[in-house]
């Protein structure tokens, strides 16, 4: 959710600040900018639109210099436009500010500084940080103690970068509740909110705490929150920049559905033996003898994985699990103490609902677990303990291999917790056989694309979509509609399949297209009797299950296997199914309108 960088060097700073900002864009593309110090001037270059927009203008100017600031928006405060585009600085052009986070004092800031005399050009709460810069800079004649007072003022979250020609070759970072990495190579030294963005240039990174001040010019330096110097170690991170590329396909969304297989496969790897055995994970059979529940929190298409996790572990273990969507979860209370175990699940590691519910949860005596996708990303440095997916990095705003990856984790952590819990069984080690076997049928799943190529070309003109199954199968039906909503804009609504009839089944007319999910076959009759009553309506019916066919009914048929395991191989069909209608109607399936990979404001 915005995403910032910079660079300060030997080299052009532009150059350097377009390439980190294209990889950032999935952050956020409703606006972009730069500022760049020139001769001791900053000049900014601004407007509404993606990337391409801003290297378009950027064609036409004619900056040169070696240190500058860019931000690409994911609009919170302030409809995206150039007025609001980052960066921002104050009317004497003192400081340039891009920022990512939230100020969510920033109106009470306001009426202080229109109060000191200031005026405000956007309706953004970035724009309270380069005039709180500007106007304690006045008092203080000191730039690091306006900095410091500036951030004294600040409630909410930031990952904030600075330049100013009273600094001359340095770049200001503070970061709180926002990510931030420091990476630096012989060209120079960068900051951006995320490691892909720099990993072209360096693979030495540094992780800035929240409260931490970082100054960069030839050498980094940083300070604490009260602006004593510390020293910090950095961390090489080993990423493969090839699996940044498109590798030939035509989105990343594409790439990364053919990708899950090897996303899953990477993922177990190591884990699944005669025991299941976690790197840098272990709880003791004391412990889980001793929980009364778990917690698990996520947001999108983490908590749909979550919801599976529950599936999975109530059948199995049968302890209590209770999720939560992660913007709730810190407002209601949650009934959690040190007998609770709570999992948070992100892809990015960075969601701030997610973080923030970790937390309190940890706050509150619990242990917390995080299972994430990015290495060394904020949620890990929070968490008592990280299981890492080995997804590789998922780049399109649509979650899909993250989605499978963490099923297939969630479902590993089940049978460990079963396994220290009550030895081995015949049942456990089937499952485990079966997860591992899993990779294979996905395969057989992703060779059928152009018969859901078919349905896509069926269904793009319509205005809803419905999804319906039971217990298991109703969380894939989330998952199903989630997709669609995202990249497609069509109106989706996923059902319990029994809960239809109890007001939904209203909207259902003739020709409506309503996928029924059943690879359970304890309800599976059930569910076939639910999508009778739709047909009776009218309905459309598409029957995703493992099975041949059903009377009247066209059915995309998946390999069976134990329902627990299900999600991995019914939603591959649901997500090409999603990917083949957005691509219909001429959509950019991977940065779809208004939404944000990683998002990282409450
Ligand atoms: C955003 C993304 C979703 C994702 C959700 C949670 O809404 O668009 O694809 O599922 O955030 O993200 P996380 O990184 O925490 O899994």
Known sequence: MCGIVGYVGKDEALPKLTKGLKTLEYRGYDSAGVAVLQNKEIYVVKDKGRIANLEELLKHEHIKGNIGIAHTRWATHGVPSKENAHPHMDDEKRFAVVHNGIIENYLELKDFLIDKGYTFKSQTDTEVIPLLLNYYYKKEKDVLKALGKTLQDLKGSYAILVISPLLGKTILAAKKNSPLVIGKNESGIFAASDIPALIS???????????????????????????????KKSKKIDWDMEATNKNG??????????????????TLN????????????????????????????????????????????EKLCRIPVTVSVASEFRYQDPIINAKTLCIFISQSGETADTIAALKLARDKGAVTLAITNVFESSITREAKYTIYTHAGPEIAVASTKAYTSQVGILVALTLYIKEIRDGHSKESDKLKEELINLPKLMDVVLADKDIYKDYAKRMYKVRDLFYIGRGNDYNI??????????????????????????????????????????????????????????????????????????????????PKVNPILAPILAVIPLQFIAYYIAKEKGLDVDMPRNLAKSVTVE
């Open 201 to 231: 240039y360096t693979n030495e990174f540094y992780f800035l705490e929240d409260g931490d001040v970082a100054l960069l010019n030839d050498t980094i330096t940083f300070y604490n929150d009260e602006f004593k110097p510390i020293k």
């Open 249 to 266: 396909y035509e989105d990343y969304m594409l790439k990364e559905i053919m990708e899950q297989p090897e996303a899953l496969k990477n």
């Open 270 to 313: 190591g884990i699944i033996g005669k025991k299941i055995e976690f790197l840098n994970f272990s709880l003791d059979k004391d412990y889980l003898d001793s929980i009364t529940n778990i917690h698990i929190v996520a947001c999108g298409t983490a908590m749909h994985a979550g919801l599976s996790g529950k599936y999975a572990i």
């Open 477 to 558: 039906a989330m998952e199903g509609s989630l997709k669609l909503k995202e990249i497609s804009y069509i109106h989706s609504e996923a059902y319990p399949a029994g809960e239809l009839k109890h007001g939904p089944i209203a909207l259902i007319e003739d020709g409506t297209f309503v996928f029924g999910i059943a690879t359970d076959a304890k309800v599976e009759e059930k569910t076939l009797s639910n999508l009778e009553e739709v047909k009776a309506r009218g309905a459309n019916i598409v029957l995703v299950a493992d099975k041949e066919e059903a009377k009247d009914m066209d059915i995309i048929k998946i």
